[in-house]
């Protein structure tokens, strides 16, 4: 019964790890990093590390698939040719770019969506994201069980992370809106 317990404690751990990984992942930039260390805190950096990676990595797999479904559209033709240049560059080292985006700090969007224009191999595409991950996920969590962060640090660092991502969507939405109620558009303003 203990062991039922230690994982339902993961409970909350895997429901981030799908929120902070899914489709919403480009929204929410170093939302994940504080869950990590906080987890890191009391439970064993391994157990946080492989948890979370596995689960963020199926949610991988899911956003992969979509995001190769929507860019092979005919109506994206323009952005597959504008990303010719790009893409060819990703094609020198796929695996070795997708490992290194999983480990770094770096928007894992990016390796996604080439990987998906390029119809990289999905196996190997999340094989790098699982390496990557599991190795900066044990480095978060470890950094989480050394140092004790307090966890209102912890969650206001994921909070702020949220408010300032939406809240900048927001803005701009909003000065979008009264800049064309007004009559000003980029060309009118440019002319």
């Known amino acids: 019964m203990g062991d039922l317990a230690r994982w339902q404690e993961l409970l909350p751990l895997f429901i981030a790890a799908v929120w902070c990984h899914g489709p919403a992942s480009p929204f929410l930039p170093a939302t994940f990093e504080p869950v990590l260390m906080a987890y890191g805190q009391?439970?064993?950096?391994?157990?946080?590390?492989?948890?979370?990676?596995?689960?963020?990595?199926?949610?991988?797999g899911v956003n992969y698939l979509g995001y190769g479904y929507v860019l092979r559209s005919n109506r994206l033709g323009r952005l597959r040719t504008a990303s010719a240049r790009l893409t060819s560059l990703f094609q020198r080292w796929p695996f070795l770019t997708c490992l290194l985006v999983a480990a770094t700090p770096l928007p894992d969007w990016s390796a996604r969506?080439?990987?998906?224009?390029?119809?990289?191999?999905?196996?190997r595409y999340l094989a790098?994201?699982?390496?990557?991950r599991m190795t900066s996920f044990w480095l978060l969590a470890t950094i989480g069980q050394q140092f004790q962060p307090p966890?209102?640090?912890?969650?206001t660092a994921a909070a702020g992370?949220?408010?300032?991502?939406?809240?900048?969507?927001?803005?701009?939405?909003?000065?979008?809106?009264?800049?064309?109620?007004?009559?000003h558009s980029r060309r009118t303003v440019e002319a």
């Open 161 to 183: 992370s949220i408010v300032l991502t939406y809240g900048t969507v927001c803005f701009r939405r909003l000065r979008a809106r009264t800049g064309h109620a007004r009559g």
């Open 42 to 60: 009391t439970h064993t950096p391994a157990l946080v590390a492989v948890s979370a990676a596995v689960i963020s990595v199926v949610m991988e």
């Open 128 to 132: 790098a994201f699982l390496l990557g």
């Open 151 to 155: 966890r209102l640090v912890l969650v």
């Open 113 to 123: 969506i080439l990987g998906a224009i390029a119809r990289y191999s999905i196996s």
